[in-house]
């Protein structure tokens, strides 16, 4: 007999396919046997029809195609025989879904055998109509199904039931429909039509608010009254398990009742009586029983109920906690968490076994009790808590202390009493987990402290305490040096001494070598060590006798390889040794900062700098003035959009065109003046001062940038650097890109472009002229193309020519690349450049924007810049 022929029955097929010892040799197998059963069906074979759809079912389970065998079910699900049908239908619903338009020829044999008279073939339609059932069978054959709810077998029932599930989902209009028959089948004996009726009268009351009133007046009581049956019933051989009677309809009946009880009171009356009962005689030591008395505190805490009962499901639950199975405490602590908002202090009641549960050998336990003991921490418990919390953190594992110290610095920070605890629990944690705290922990710490001036001496003394046990921990470091750097003098002096505190001497040497012993520390990375040296810098003033020894150690850093190391100690060297008149003043005491400030810049709920136009300009690293009233987002302040008288002050302009970090020496506009060194350009372009956060208001005036070159980004940035930064450049090319828009060519402007407008001079200077051609494309006003042209006036040539422009909102504008970068002396040449301006406003605006032009004349770096204001309005 031919192996892969019809007549192979459908366990040789298997055994040859599992007999294959790589997967070509099981697709060979497969490929074989379809092409077998292909024969049979083109040939309408219908001796082994049931065979070779058997056949396809596993095949079909492999992975592999068996679209061409869908056909063979229907005619299947058509003959008359029950064999034939159990093989059809189980193939539809295997090879076949809701969304195969084949289904529909079969909705007709569906109808039938749901009329049949022969209860197991109206099961077979039952079952697969309520698994691949489509909105149109279901509209179709829903009548039916719901005949059926009627039916004198049981097993005929329980699957109408289902089968109803999957029509009322597909098609929820018609859920009043079945509403009466669940009514009936509510009062069912036979628990597995009762199990599919409660799951039925559940999905009913989520899709119809009317279905749920029903259910609440008229089958609450009764649905009261079979679950405590259920719980008082004597044993029942064929529904027990681990000596509880039906479990799972216990849990069915819990859970419908929980749906009916939420927001009713009167249905809540009258199930409070059952569910005492349930939560007190139920046994605890059965899975079983776990799982009911689970679902039943869900219940009490899900419907309209008196705090009695609350506090004895919060009680058991505080039983779930001390459970050896890590499945059952875990849902216990999630429905404690849910349980704090309805009954915070029944929850309090278990707080020594939640913080037991925080030191759990379970990650997940460890991490949701630790969960629920931040949100049980309050004023009267914050320090009992906190305690064995921070106790807790010195045995805890690697991986847990970072949530640890996460969660109490949240809760110090949140609820402390006083600020000497706040400061000596922050130690504590900075001491045992210093280097899982995030930057913001110190940073607050630090605030804090520069607060409490009547704990200035008491926190310096406590911190050098801390670096002496706790040097590896960077944050403790970091605030130690900044501490000792800032009240080194107190450290000295034991000024401030508080009654708790024990006597402490330390010299002016010993201070600085807390310092050094920090900076020379191979672990400590480029923030610590230029804390390190601010602190040294500051010590040379408070520590006059000290001053040579800290020169040397500040010295030693000018070989760094790190530059920001090297440029800090050249001059912090040249303020000890040039500048003695200026240093006092330079490192007198911080002012105290301000923590409500410092609170909402870390909530978001503050500007992090108070926008002022009378605010002091700050001291940006390159050397350059920043007023805080110029913020790094607000590159040009045209709120109005209306155009701007010609600036008088060329810094104003440029802080607005790049973020406020241009030079302050003012120049009128349109005027020159040198340029800093290519480090300085890179930091004024790019804004690497740390600017002031400005409020949200400055961030929505936010405007294009464009700027064009006919290099890449990368020369542009070589054009702009000298020799001794090159190692910068690169880094800083994303971000300048970035910040103009991109340096690359753009798509040419057509040529065609329409009528001609008068010439304007746009911009003049000594050195340079700029001269305006403007034209438009017909039928698009609003469309402006200029062709800008540069001229040279002075008897020097110009090199790397770059020109940028900002315009306000209502514009777009669009920068093609320039003729060149060299701008010939004495007018005998020019660059041309082209742009195309789109003004959303236009005839209401006019065409505004803000200009600024580089170049090197001489080796020397040139910067112009002006605003272009008086272009006509009709442009």
């Not at 929850?347 to 931040?374: F, G, M, N, P, W």
């Not at 800008?788 to 422009?805: P, V």
């Amino acid at each position: 007999m031919n192996p892969f022929s019809s007549e192979t029955r459908l366990r040789d097929m298997i055994r040859a396919i599992r007999a294959c010892k790589t997967a070509a040799e099981e697709r060979a197998v497969v490929r074989k046997e379809c092409a077998s059963i292909r024969a049979a069906v083109s040939d309408n074979d219908n001796d082994y029809r049931h065979r070779n759809l058997a056949k396809l079912m596993f095949i079909h389970m492999l992975g592999y195609p068996t679209h061409f065998g869908q056909m063979e079910c229907l005619k299947l699900i058509a003959a008359p025989g029950f064999p034939e049908k159990r093989i059809g239908y189980l193939g539809l619903m295997l090879l076949l879904d809701e969304r195969q338009e084949v289904l529909m020829l079969v909705t007709n044999s569906l109808k039938q055998d749901l009329n049949h008279t022969n209860q197991y073939i109206v099961g077979l339609a039952l079952c697969a109509l309520g698994n691949i059932s489509s909105a149109e069978m279901a509209r179709d054959l829903a009548p039916e199904v719901e005949r059926l709810l009627q039916f004198r077998d049981p097993n005929v029932r329980k699957k109408a039931a289902l089968c109803s599930i999957r029509i009322i989902k597909k098609v929820p209009d018609l859920a009043e429909n079945f509403v009466n028959p669940v009514a009936s089948l509510l009062k069912e004996k036979h628990h597995g039509v009762l199990l599919t009726a409660i799951q039925l009268c559940a999905d009913l009351c989520t899709v119809s608010e009317e279905a749920l009133e029903y259910f609440r007046k008229k089958c609450t009581e009764g649905l009261v009254k079979v679950l405590k049956d259920a719980v008082n019933s004597p044993y029942a051989p064929e529904y027990d398990i681990s000596g509880i009677a039906d479990p799972f309809l216990q849990i069915k009946l819990l859970r419908i009742l929980r749906i009916l009880g939420h927001g009713d009171a009167d249905a809540s009356d009258l199930m409070n009586d059952v569910l005492a009962q349930v939560a007190t005689k139920t046994e605890s030591n059965k899975n079983a029983g776990n799982a009911i008395l689970y679902e039943c505190v869900e219940t009490i805490m899900s419907i309209e109920d008196s705090g009695g009962l609350r506090v004895l499901a919060i009680n058991i639950l505080g039983r779930f906690l001390s459970n050896r199975d890590n499945n059952i405490r875990y849902v216990a602590l999630n429905m404690l968490m849910r349980a704090i908002s309805v009954d915070g202090q029944a929850v309090q009641r278990h707080r020594a076994t939640i913080v037991e549960c925080v030191k759990d050998s379970d990650a997940s336990i460890r991490k949701r009790a630790l969960e629920l003991v931040y949100l049980l921490v309050n004023e009267t418990n914050v320090k009992p808590l906190t305690k064995e919390l921070i106790d807790y953190l010195e045995v805890s594992d690697q991986d847990f202390k970072g949530d640890l110290t996460a969660k109490i610095c949240s809760i110090v920070e949140k609820l402390s009493p006083e600020k000497i605890w706040y400061i000596d629990r922050m130690l504590k944690v900075l001491c045992e987990a210093g280097n899982y705290v995030k930057d913001e922990v110190w940073h607050g710490l630090i605030v804090v402290i520069t607060n409490a001036t009547n704990l200035h001496g008491y926190t310096v003394r406590s911190l050098y305490r801390a670096i002496q046990t706790s040097g590896d921990q960077e944050a403790v470091v970091r605030v130690a040096v900044w501490c000792i750097g800032e009240y080194g003098d107190l450290l000295v002096n034991n000024t401030g001494m508080l009654d708790l505190e024990e006597p402490i001497t330390v010299t002016e040497n010993d201070a600085v070598d807390v310092i050094e012993a920090a900076i020379k520390r191979h672990t400590s990375d480029l923030s610590t060590r230029a804390m390190c040296l601010i602190a040294l810098l500051k010590l040379s003033s408070r520590f006059p006798s000290c001053s040579q020894r800290i020169k040397d150690i500040v010295n030693q850093s000018k070989g760094s390889l790190l530059l920001e190391l090297q440029q800090r100690s050249i001059e912090f060297d040249s303020i000890i040794e040039k500048h003695q008149n200026l240093r006092s003043a330079l490192v007198e005491r911080m002012p105290v900062l301000d923590e409500a400030t410092y609170s909402g810049r870390r909530a978001g709920s503050l500007p992090a700098v108070d926008s002022t136009s009378q605010g002091n300009p700050l001291q940006m690293p390159n050397g350059i003035p920043k007023t805080a009233a110029a913020p790094l987002l607000d590159l040009l302040d045209l709120s109005a959009d209306e155009p701007a008288p010609q600036s008088s002050s060329g810094p104003n302009f440029l802080q607005d065109l790049l973020g406020g970090d241009i030079l302050s020496t003012a120049s009128q506009s349109g005027t020159t003046h040198p340029q800093k060194s290519g480090t300085d350009v890179l930091l004024d372009l790019l804004s690497t001062g740390s600017p002031p956060a400005q409020n949200g208001s400055s961030t929505a005036d936010i405007l294009s940038i464009s700027q064009d070159n006919n290099k890449t980004s990368v020369s542009a940035l070589n054009s702009l650097s000298s020799p001794m930064v090159t190692s910068t450049q690169n880094s800083s090319a994303s971000a300048i890109m970035d910040l103009l828009d991109g340096f690359g060519p753009s798509p040419a402007v057509p040529k065609d472009n329409g009528p001609a407008y008068p010439s304007l001079v746009a911009f003049e200077s000594n050195s340079l002229s700029l001269v305006f051609n403007f034209s438009k494309q017909p039928g698009s006003p609003q469309i402006t193309e200029i062709e800008a042209t540069f001229t040279n006036k002075s008897s020097d040539n110009y090199k790397d020519f770059i020109f940028q422009a900002a315009v306000p909102k209502f514009l777009q504008l669009h920068l093609e690349p320039a003729s060149g970068n060299t701008l010939p002396a004495s007018g005998n040449g020019s660059i041309t450049q082209k742009l195309r301006v789109t003004n959303n406003q236009h005839g209401k605006k006019s065409i505004i924007m803000r200009i600024r032009i580089s170049y090197k004349s001489n080796n020397k770096d040139m910067l112009e810049e002006g605003q272009i204001s008086n272009i006509p309005r009709d442009l």
